[in-house]
């Protein structure tokens, strides 16, 4: 049988995923010869045999490659014959320019926890095993090409049984780089005075147990950074956690051993029970259960709870059942308020100090700390609020070959985005970008970013905002690196990511609802609830919410209460004894918000949709301040009842969007004691069937029929749903966030793919 020839070129995520040593071993069970190498932005492939077995080989490459595998394209050509002695994986042939793909961290295999859990095995209990299909990724990455001595792995020598699986082809451990075991790799240790080592391995976690059995609060080094850890079940401990942390009432994280645990707390529908066991191991939010025995401390005035599984060994091992153990551990970031999520030991015994009793600890290196990922499921489909571990730096796959172009994001909820070839590399979530902390992060995020994608930016986005750290970080780089500088309107970003992201042609026209909380407006208002119609390139603002006055900026943010009692007056609506909101704002405040209001001192007008649910929740007694981002929002929407399908009338005017009737409509009912549930889902239709009225209209007068829903107030299932709903029946296309989330961490896709084509046109 004569022998051919063949030529693979396949991109995509293909390196560091256990993509070459699968070639090897399909190969050799083809019987050809020849090699692969990894080459710029993927595989190469030369393999020389039988024609049929060639042909079945290059058939199984995308039908078994590795779980973390993702092939964008894959091209075969039959070359001249050549003459191979066996098959081989030979050295990478990059240039200094090429780009090599990061994957990102990897939650526990099967096979690893089997291994882990089986006594017979050398890593029994190993809490750092991990394999070439799992473990820490992008975590532990100093530099490219990813090899042991660029990871923080370096330290650590490999025994001879490590490096025996390390060099074999047939290992499942094959060039896995963080390959480690009991005798060579890392270890773990606890520590109840800072510094003072009182146990260790084995020892170590299991005292660590029992003091979260005993309902004290631990600090745990994980993957990417530290979580604070207590029994999710004892109520005391979780209120100690909270009193410590200061955090009166944003919800907490939590981990379970397993699904069967899990779903005695809240309902997972099929695309929540995947997404939990997906290697990317994500929060996945769930509509909480009767009669779970989590604790009401844990997500107070919430109706889901955030958990995830167990995504490192070690997080096995801590979360093991066992008789008196706790169900579930709330796993919260380690770190004060909003700054960024701990990751050293020193800093962990520091900062700290006074919140956690114990701190179980480990001398792995985090080389890029990381978020937990966070999901919720709509209409059974993932649905971002959070993009970070087990997602970056995992590229954003485009339609057409951009420039390469740095985009710096927005303030709160920060992420950057740098662009090359087809790709946009969309960092991990930042943080609060007013955070001095966050802002040194954020900078060395740039840079490392830069570094491992190899990306040298020709221009530079930002938002329109003067004030912002970005703005100044950006506006200082621009002028050092004499790139242009392209200023970009935050809901224009929010417009530009929802469209391309779901395919869409860059310079196709859309229209965009985008219901925000906040974002700089060109009129120097603070905009939020803004229909907008545009591309990458341009926009117009076609309606907005009509301007109501934020007196005090911040202030008003925090205190939803004033907004109320704000937006009442610029409705010409009188303050009344019996509103909520009135009783809730002493009588000093409330003359000097009337006075504040009427001289206009600091207080810039706005068009927010997210404040408008925030009066609303004022109005009908839900809350009056709040202590984390949108959390009357969010109790309101926990309120409504989902069963009550009225809503109350609205006006258009011109380009305004006049809402006096859904707060004249809420007064009354609340005179007539409609109940509150009822109350807040018919508000909620109401923005519902306002979106329909809009998205109508424009289809009418604009002929555009793709609608864009991005921002904050997206993140409202209730009001998502809804709206999903109503455009479905009327055939109208909507778009909404997949792979990122519809809240600020899309903004900084937007903004780079507006100063990409921005920058395209100017050159032409
Ligand atoms: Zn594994
Ligand atoms: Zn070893
Ligand atoms: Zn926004």
Redesign the pocket.
């Known amino acids: 049988m004569s022998q051919i020839c063949y030529h693979i070129h396949i991109n995509g995520i293909v390196q560091g995923v256990g993509f070459r040593p699968f070639i090897y071993n399909l190969a050799m069970d083809h019987n050809l010869k020849g090699w692969v190498r990894n080459s710029a932005s993927g595989v190469d492939i030369e393999v020389v045999g039988d024609p049929a077995e060639i042909e079945n080989f290059i058939a199984q490459i995308p039908e078994q490659a590795p779980p973390l595998a993702q092939i964008d394209t894959m091209k075969s050509e039959k070359t001249s014959i050549k003459s191979y002695s066996d098959f081989k994986i030979i050295p990478s042939k990059n240039k200094e320019t090429d780009f090599i793909p990061v994957s990102p961290d990897v939650a526990i295999c099967d096979q690893c926890q089997t291994e882990m859990f089986d006594p017979d095995d050398r890593r029994y209990r190993y809490p750092f095993i991990n394999c070439t299909n799992c473990g820490p990724r992008f975590t532990i990455i100093r530099d490219i090409p990813y090899d042991r001595p660029f990871t923080t792995m370096a330290g650590f020598m490999?025994?001879p049984?490590?490096r025996e699986e390390y060099e074999n082809p047939r290992d499942r451990r094959f060039h896995a780089q963080p390959v480690?075991?009991p005798?060579?790799?890392p270890q773990v240790w606890l520590e109840i005075t800072p510094g003072e080592k009182v146990s260790e391995k084995g020892a170590a976690i299991q005292q660590a147990r029992q003091l979260l059995r005993e309902g004290k609060i631990l600090a745990v080094k994980g993957l990417g950074g530290f979580h604070l850890a207590c029994d999710a079940t004892n109520p005391k401990a979780v209120a100690r956690l909270r009193s410590r942390k200061r955090r009166p009432a944003k919800p907490f994280a939590l981990m379970a051993f397993n699904i069967d645990i899990i779903q005695k707390s809240v309902v997972t529908e099929p695309a929540a029970l995947d997404l939990l066991q997906s290697p990317q191991s994500p929060i996945v939010l769930m509509p909480k259960k009767e009669g779970s025995d989590i604790a009401e401390e844990v997500a107070p005035g919430q109706s889901r709870l955030g958990f995830m599984l167990p995504y490192t060994p070690l997080h096995l091992l801590l979360t093991e059942p066992a008789k008196g153990f706790p169900s579930a551990l709330v796993m919260t970031s380690g770190n004060l308020s909003e700054e960024p999520i701990i990751k050293e030991n020193q800093t962990a015994r520091t900062r700290l100090e006074g919140i956690a009793d114990a701190y179980l600890l480990h001398n792995r290196p985090i080389h890029m700390r990381i978020d937990d990922s966070v999901f919720g499921i709509v209409e059974g489909e993932p649905y971002p609020i959070r993009r970070a571990r087990g997602f970056a730096p995992n590229p954003i796959r485009l339609g057409n070959t951009l420039p390469q172009v740095l985009a710096v994001g927005p303030q709160m909820k920060n992420t950057f985005c740098l662009t090359r070839d087809k790709y946009a590399f969309l960092s991990h979530y930042i943080g609060e970008m007013e955070n001095w902390e966050t802002y040194q992060d954020f900078q060395k995020a740039v840079v490392h970013y830069q570094s491992l994608f190899r990306i040298q930016p020709l221009a530079i986005g930002y938002d329109l905002h003067p004030d912002y750290l970005t703005t100044k970080y950006a506006l200082e780089k621009a002028q050092t690196d004499r790139l242009p500088a392209y200023p970009i309107q935050h809901h224009h970003a929010h417009l530009a990511s929802g469209m391309v992201e779901n395919g869409l042609d860059p310079e196709q026209m859309v229209a965009g609802l985008i219901f925000d909380g906040t974002g700089y407006g060109t009129d120097g208002a603070i905009w939020g609830g803004e229909v907008l119609i545009g591309n990458c390139l341009d926009f117009k603002r076609v309606l907005h919410q009509k301007y109501v006055p934020l007196p005090g900026g911040d202030l008003a943010i925090r205190k939803p209460a004033r907004m109320a009692l704000s937006t009442l007056w610029a409705y010409g609506i009188e303050w009344s004894e019996n509103l909520t909101p009135y009783n809730s704002v002493s009588q000093i405040e409330r003359k000097a918000l009337k006075h504040q209001l009427e001289s206009g001192v600091n207080t810039p007008s706005t068009s927010s949709m997210g404040r408008l649910f925030d009066v609303v929740a004022s109005l009908i007694g839900i809350r009056q301040s709040i202590t984390y981002e949108a959390q009357a929002a969010i109790e309101l929407e926990a309120l409504a009842d989902a069963s009550e399908l009225g809503y109350y009338p609205w006006q258009i005017d011109g380009d305004e969007i006049n809402i006096k009737p859904i707060i004249t409509s809420i007064l009354e009912e609340l005179k007539d004691q409609v109940e509150k549930p009822v109350i807040a889902a018919r508000f909620h239709n109401s923005i519902a069937q306002l979106s329909l009225e809009i998205a109508q209209q424009i289809k009418r007068e604009f002929s555009i029929d793709h609608f864009v829903l991005s921002g904050g107030v997206w993140q409202n299932q209730l009001l998502l749903e809804r709206t999903m709903a109503l455009f479905k029946k009327e055939n109208l296309k909507y778009l909404i966030h997949k792979q990122m989330p519809p809240n600020d961490g899309c903004v900084a896709f937007g903004q780079a793919l507006i100063t990409a084509y921005r920058y395209l046109q100017d050159k032409e």
């Open positions: 490999m025994c049984d490590c480690a075991c005798v060579c790799g």
